[in-house]
C-alpha cells in the first residue's frame, strides 16, 4: 500500500533553513495533491500548505513568505523548505496525501487521506 | 481570520455515545473533515465532507454539520477511540484546524 516517509534533519539552527523531503512509495503521485502539516509538542494541528503533482501551490498566507514546497515527481518526493526558523518552528512536520473535491458554496476544499509518520525538527541556537 | 473552535475535552463512558463539537462562522456552509489522533500516532482522517467515512473506518463513526457547528459523534464508544479529535475546514483556499478535543473513555 501507499506509505510516506519524511526525511531531513532533526536539527537546525535559529535563522537557518529546514528542509524537508516526503517520499511517496507504493503508488503514484499524479492526480493527487500533497501538504504538509506540522504539530508544535503538545500542540495542535496547523496546515502548512499544498502542491499538486503537476506543481501548482497553494500556501498557509501566516508562513507564505517563509514557505517554499515542489515536487519531483521522478523521485516520487515532495520538498518542504521553510526559512528563517526560529524556536516557534518547532515540531513534528507531516506531509499528507490530500484530496480535492468541490463544494457549490464555498469553491474547492481538501482533505488529507494518507498522512505519514512525521519528522521531529527542532529548532535551537 | 476564520476560527474553528473545539472544546478542550470530552468524557464518555464505554458504550455511550460521543459528540464532539466544532464552531465556526457559517461552517455550515462549508465541508468539514475529523481526524482522530492516537497518542505517539499521526493523525488519521475518519471523516470528510462533513459525513463521508474513508474506508476502514467504522460505521460508529458520524458526522454532521449546520449553521455554526459541525459534530462528530461516535456510537458504542471503545476504549480503542480515546485520543485526540481535530476538525478541519477551508476558508478562502486556507487550511484551518480546529485546537483539537481530547476523548477520554473511562
Known amino acids: 500500500q501507499v506509505q510516506l516517509q519524511e526525511s531531513g534533519p532533526g536539527l537546525v539552527k535559529t535563522s537557518e533553513t529546514l528542509s524537508l523531503t516526503c517520499t511517496v512509495s507504493g503508488g503514484s503521485m499524479s492526480y493527487y495533491y500533497w501538504s504538509w502539516i506540522r504539530q508544535p509538542p503538545g500542540k495542535g494541528l496547523e496546515w502548512l500548505g499544498h502542491i499538486y503533482y503537476s506543481g501548482s501551490t497553494n500556501y498557509n498566507p501566516s508562513l507564505k513568505s517563509r514557505v517554499t514546497l515542489s515536487v519531483d515527481t521522478s523521485k516520487n518526493q515532495i520538498a518542504l523548505n521553510l526559512t528563517s526558523v526560529t524556536a516557534a518552528d518547532t515540531a513534528v512536520y507531516y506531509c499528507a496525501r490530500t484530496r480535492e473535491g468541490y463544494n457549490w458554496s464555498t469553491g474547492s476544499y481538501w482533505y488529507f487521506e494518507l498522512w505519514g509518520r512525521g519528522a521531529l525538527v527542532s529548532v535551537s541556537s | 481570520s476564520f476560527e474553528l473552535t473545539q472544546p478542550p475535552s470530552v468524557s464518555v463512558s464505554p458504550g455511550q455515545t460521543a459528540s464532539i463539537t466544532c464552531s465556526g462562522d457559517r461552517l455550515g456552509n462549508k465541508y468539514v473533515s475529523w481526524y482522530q489522533q492516537k497518542s505517539g500516532q499521526s493523525p488519521v482522517l475518519v471523516i470528510y465532507q462533513d459525513g463521508k467515512r474513508p474506508s476502514g473506518i467504522p460505521e460508529r463513526f458520524s458526522g454532521s454539520n449546520s449553521g455554526n457547528t459541525a459534530t462528530l459523534t461516535i456510537s458504542g464508544t471503545q476504549a480503542m477511540d480515546e485520543g485526540d479529535y481535530y476538525c478541519?475546514?477551508?476558508?478562502?483556499?486556507?487550511?484551518?484546524f480546529g485546537g483539537g478535543t481530547k476523548l477520554t473513555v473511562l
Open positions: 478541519q475546514a477551508w476558508d478562502s483556499s486556507t487550511g484551518v
